[in-house]
Nanobody
């Protein structure tokens, strides 16, 4: 069974930066699409970013383009989300996800094979 463990969340002021990490185990990292989703208070879960296990294809939600960067370290079986220029609208619980398939399918279906437990990101104004 796959396991995903997020870390790196916290409290940051508007304009600041955070980097989330998601360490994975229990599946073939290079064969999976990895992604990040978030759920803000009172809102539906939404897609944030996805990347292919081959590190070739990346997708971003429009509101984070140019501010967030998704990346992987295959040697560590870890996916990262570098978040810059944070604003209060980015406040949410961020979840790591993994899908045995294409990054585009992860983005569209939001139905991964595995979810992480989530990490809280709070941006103060």
């Amino acid at each position: 069974q796959g396991q995903l463990v997020e870390s790196g969340g916290g409290l940051v002021q508007a304009g600041g930066s955070l980097t989330l990490s998601c360490t994975t185990s229990g599946f073939t990292f290079s064969s999976y699409a990895l992604g990040w989703f978030r759920r803000a208070p009172g809102k539906e879960r939404e897609f944030v970013a996805a990347i292919s296990g081959s590190n070739i294809v990346k997708y971003y939600e429009d509101s984070v383009k140019g501010r967030f960067t998704i990346s992987i370290d295959s040697a560590k079986n870890t996916v990262y989300l570098q978040m810059n220029s944070l604003n209060p609208d980015d406040t949410a619980v961020y979840y790591c996800a993994a899908l045995d398939g294409a990054a585009q399918r992860l983005r569209i279906t939001q139905a991964p094979d595995y979810w992480g437990q989530g990490t809280q990101v709070t941006v103060s104004s």
